[in-house]
């Protein structure tokens, strides 16, 4: 008979419990004339809210008192508020609303999901709202899309995925905290969306991100170098960042020393009271840090002393004990080129936005991962014909000379970020040669001709004269002590040199500023 038939809806899914694709068929009987029952009929929701919203509520009491699966895949779903229960709603079992439609709002208030939750591919039409919701397994929203506002306020996630959802309008995700995990993969930000107060875990990632809309990370929390030293496998990946038409990126009182910017669009990301990780007065990124481990030596050695310090003193003020192996991730894209662009990247967004003394910060670091990093694992270019040795020969020559010259650059003006540096230098080379002027013999009256003389040999930049007329009220005589003098001017010099452009620059930020 007509009125015996079953609804016709199959649907493949994931089961959480067998770990695979299975097709899942609808067994409720199909509406009188229809091919479908009343939560998979199209329109019946539309046609009688009321009859598919009760009978919605009565199948959600038959799943809270079981531990079995419960399935609402494929549903056709008026507004829906689980508060009209009128008891706390706690789902014990797995629970799949896959490819369900919520044509109208959807509230999830207060709601408990012991068991793996599966949202994937379902549509929020209306307003979509979890607070104070929890979900104690894997929750999945792949696929998802959610075409009006979506608030997530106070919810607990042991693990969640939103891969492929797609937020059309204002998102909110207040005071949530994953615990396990958190993926973000392809997701699209059409809206305005803020992240404020929410926890990540270390393995979270943020990929391929598309953003139309103004996005905020702020008052976020993510981990930090300091929770635990030796783990540099955990970062927050923020990779292939796409904007679209007016989309932003902001973060906002958030710690960013684990966050990995490799290959992400900085042109529209701002920074706002971040912090980041300062290592010997440079701001590092991990990746960099990472490679600096993986190719030298000394710096790793340094490394592990310094975080496996911090660990000791953990445990002497009753901390959480730390594993003492350090973790590095396998990443192949962790190479010297793909670092220092990031590092570039991240100096210029600073320039760009007026921020200068963290554009110095990162400058420093950049300039540091070039003297200190090794040579990479293998080689990663194509090389043909194969290099001679003399080719090799004259590489690492340049590159022995390249590290040497930056460590005076380094040691002269910190690569042309201190004045201080050269400042104290030209001090110790004027009173170092003008007591060697003044205590070894060689002194003429001072006159005219002894001025015009110097200015003639060049050395009237040395400031060894002034030092010497302050001691001795006398000048050297110039014929006997050339060889010493042309010394100083040439240390005096190499001062100047690079003392000059980290002068301009500060005046440079100055008047930009």
């Not at 689980?82 to 629970?95: I, K, S």
């Not at 445990?315 to 962790?334: I, M, V």
Request: glycine share 6%.
């Amino acid at each position: 008979m007509e009125g015996a038939r079953r609804c016709k809806y199959r649907a493949e899914y994931y089961d959480f419990e067998a770990e695979e694709l299975r097709e899942w068929e609808c067994d409720m009987p199909a509406l009188p004339g229809r091919e479908y029952c009343l939560f998979h009929d199209p329109e019946y929701w539309r046609e009688h809210p009321e009859e598919v919203r009760e009978a919605f509520y009565e199948r959600v009491r038959e799943a809270m008192a079981s531990e079995e699966s419960a399935y609402f895949i494929g549903y056709h779903l008026p507004r829906v508020d689980l508060r009209e229960l009128g008891e706390d709603v706690v789902f014990r079992g797995p629970v799949y609303f896959n490819e369900a439609v919520f044509h109208e709002d959807a509230s999830f208030l207060g709601a408990s999901f012991s068991g793996p939750t599966s949202f994937n591919r379902a549509k929020f039409l209306g307003d979509a709202i979890f607070i104070a919701t929890k979900f104690s397994k894997d929750a999945r929203f792949d696929g998802a899309s959610f075409s009006e506002h979506v608030i997530f306020i106070d919810v607990v996630f042991s693990y969640a995925s939103f891969n492929h959802a797609r937020f059309s309008r204002e998102a909110r995700f207040f005071s949530v905290e994953f615990l396990k995990g958190a993926d973000l993969i392809s997701c699209v930000f059409a809206g305005p969306t803020i992240f404020s107060h929410v926890r990540f875990p270390p393995n979270a990632r943020l990929e391929n991100l598309v953003i139309s809309g103004r996005t905020v990370f702020s008052n976020t929390y993510l981990p930090s170098i300091l929770d635990d030293p030796l783990d540099l496998e955990s970062r927050l990946c923020l990779r292939y960042i796409v904007f679209d038409g007016g989309g932003k990126l902001i973060f906002s009182k958030t710690n960013m020393d684990r966050v990995s910017f490799m290959f992400a669009d900085l042109s529209r990301v701002e920074f706002w009271d971040v912090r980041w990780w300062e290592y010997k007065g440079s701001f590092m990124p991990i990746d960099a840090m990472i490679v600096l481990i993986k190719t030298n030596d000394k710096i790793a050695r340094q490394y592990k002393e310094m975080a496996r310090k911090d660990i000791r003193d953990r445990e002497e003020r009753h901390l959480t004990p730390q594993s003492e192996l350090l973790r590095l991730p396998d990443d192949p894209d962790l190479t010297l080129e793909n670092v220092l662009q990031e590092i570039r990247l991240l100096k210029n967004l600073a320039i760009s936005m007026g921020r200068y003394e963290e554009a110095a910060k990162f400058h420093i670091a950049e300039m540091e991962v070039r003297r200190l990093a090794g040579p990479e694992a293998k080689e990663r270019h194509v090389e043909w014909p194969p290099k001679g040795r003399l080719d090799r020969l004259r590489e690492r020559a340049g590159s022995w000379l390249e590290r040497r010259l930056l460590w005076l650059y380094k040691a002269t003006c910190l690569y042309g970020e201190s004045l201080a540096r050269p400042v104290a230098w030209l001090l110790a080379i004027w009173l170092l040669f003008g007591f060697i002027y003044a205590f070894s013999g060689l002194i003429a009256v001072p006159g005219l001709a002894t001025a015009l003389q110097l200015l003639a040999e060049g050395l009237a930049f040395s400031g060894s004269v002034v030092v010497l007329m302050l001691l001795l009220r006398a000048a050297p005589v110039v014929a006997a002590w050339g060889y010493i003098a042309w010394a100083e001017g040439a240390l005096a010099l190499l001062i100047y040199a690079v003392f000059l452009p980290t002068i301009m620059r500060r005046i440079w930020r100055l008047v930009r500023a």
